[in-house]
């Protein structure tokens, strides 16, 4: 199915026409943009929320356990407990982490395929997710590797001077480091924010598309920042409001809980399982970002390049 009305993607925009423009495709494309997405997504948002719910239901019940240990004055957690949270909270993780990776894949795709003007079915979203899905995944995981790099580098003074007399140095210098890291942090996130479409809208590989956006974001860097910050506002303000609800019972359930000494079973459950589907509806608010990306990217295409004006030009004659 391809929609009636036509969003135009070549098209130079101001920061604020990017915005509006953004929750306006939203909007016109909400039933299957979001069909898609659900669909495609549905099983490691499955994941996410099953190990959400057995992640907090352990991590309550340790609470719980630890408060009733304390009362008869006995010792805090322990520890083969705190460790049984380690697996479900990676669940939990990687269900995050591989959601995001769908979200922003069938995102780009779904807008490819718009623009391409292709029919727009979640089957054909499928079909060109699952040529890129792995670039992305594999592009997100080099980038989390080498912040996770620079996050150790920051703390080599510390292992370098334990135990000697300089090791109040060794803090001071981790400091430095870990400001000058954040302040790094900031600007390469912002000048690779386009890689992923890259990968997905000009079909280049993981490290082609990262040099791809490094080199698309000179000149547009503050734009792109703007954008994206703002855009994350909004997703951050939806996100809340899908998490509320999960988290209310559960902070319910911890005061009742620390009132009478245990946990109420189907406020917890109930709390937990909301609290994963929070998560979930959070991540899927996250493709607010990714049109905005790909609508930022399309506005500086025609301004530097004039690709709509080209594409008239070379029309003209050919229609019958």
């Given at each position: 199915?391809?929609?009636?009305?036509?969003?135009?993607?070549?098209?130079?925009?101001?920061?604020?026409?990017i915005?509006?423009?953004t929750?306006?495709?939203?909007?016109?494309?909400?039933?299957?943009?979001?069909?898609a997405?659900f669909?495609i997504?549905?099983?490691?948002?499955?994941?996410?929320?099953i190990g959400?719910?057995?992640f907090f239901?352990?991590?309550?019940a340790?609470i719980?356990s630890t408060i009733?240990?304390?009362?008869?004055?006995?010792a805090?957690?322990?520890?083969?407990?705190l460790l049984m949270?380690i697996?479900?909270?990676?669940l939990?993780l990687?269900?995050?982490?591989?959601?995001?990776?769908?979200?922003i894949?069938?995102?780009?795709?779904?807008?490819?395929?718009?623009k391409?003007?292709?029919?727009?079915t979640?089957?054909?979203?499928?079909?060109?997710?699952k040529?890129?899905i792995?670039?992305?995944i594999g592009g997100?995981?080099?980038?989390?590797i080498?912040?996770i790099i620079?996050?150790?580098i920051?703390?080599?003074?510390?292992?370098?001077?334990a135990?000697s007399d300089?090791?109040?140095?060794?803090?001071?210098l981790?400091?430095i480091?870990s400001?000058?890291?954040?302040i790094?942090?900031?600007y390469?996130?912002?000048?690779?924010?386009?890689?992923?479409?890259?990968?997905?809208?000009?079909?280049k590989g993981?490290i082609?598309s990262?040099?791809?956006s490094y080199q698309?974001?000179?000149g547009?860097?503050?734009?792109?920042?703007?954008?994206?910050?703002?855009?994350?506002?909004?997703?951050s303000?939806?996100?809340?409001?899908?998490?509320?609800?999960?988290m209310?019972?559960i902070y319910?359930n911890?005061?009742?809980?620390?009132?009478?000494?245990e946990?109420h079973s189907?406020?917890s459950?109930?709390?937990?399982?909301?609290?994963?589907?929070?998560m979930?509806?959070?991540?899927?608010a996250?493709c607010?970002?990714?049109?905005g990306?790909?609508?930022?990217?399309?506005?500086?295409?025609?301004?530097?390049?004039?690709i709509?004006n080209?594409e008239?030009?070379?029309s003209?004659?050919k229609?019958?």
């Amino acid at each position: 199915m391809i929609p009636k009305k036509k969003f135009e993607f070549l098209k130079i925009r101001s920061t604020t026409s990017i915005i509006g423009d953004t929750l306006s495709f939203i909007q016109e494309n909400f039933k299957s943009l979001f069909s898609a997405l659900f669909y495609i997504c549905g099983p490691s948002f499955l994941v996410t929320i099953i190990g959400s719910a057995l992640f907090f239901k352990n991590y309550f019940a340790i609470i719980f356990s630890t408060i009733n240990d304390l009362n008869y004055s006995n010792a805090g957690p322990d520890v083969n407990e705190l460790l049984m949270l380690i697996p479900y909270g990676l669940l939990m993780l990687l269900g995050v982490y591989f959601s995001m990776s769908f979200v922003i894949t069938v995102t780009f795709c779904y807008i490819k395929l718009y623009k391409d003007k292709k029919d727009l079915t979640t089957s054909s979203v499928w079909r060109s997710t699952k040529n890129y899905i792995l670039k992305i995944i594999g592009g997100n995981v080099l980038v989390l590797i080498v912040f996770i790099i620079g996050y150790f580098i920051c703390l080599i003074p510390l292992f370098i001077l334990a135990g000697s007399d300089n090791y109040i140095s060794g803090i001071f210098l981790v400091v430095i480091l870990s400001i000058a890291f954040i302040i790094f942090a900031f600007y390469l996130n912002v000048k690779i924010s386009f890689y992923q479409h890259f990968i997905v809208a000009e079909d280049k590989g993981i490290i082609e598309s990262l040099k791809a956006s490094y080199q698309f974001t000179k000149g547009i860097f503050w734009k792109s920042f703007i954008v994206i910050l703002l855009l994350s506002l909004i997703t951050s303000v939806i996100s809340n409001i899908f998490q509320m609800p999960g988290m209310l019972l559960i902070y319910v359930n911890l005061i009742l809980g620390m009132t009478n000494g245990e946990e109420h079973s189907l406020l917890s459950s109930l709390g937990n399982v909301l609290t994963g589907i929070g998560m979930t509806m959070s991540t899927l608010a996250y493709c607010i970002v990714y049109i905005g990306i790909s609508l930022t990217y399309y506005s500086v295409m025609e301004e530097r390049y004039g690709i709509k004006n080209s594409e008239e030009i070379d029309s003209i004659g050919k229609e019958d």
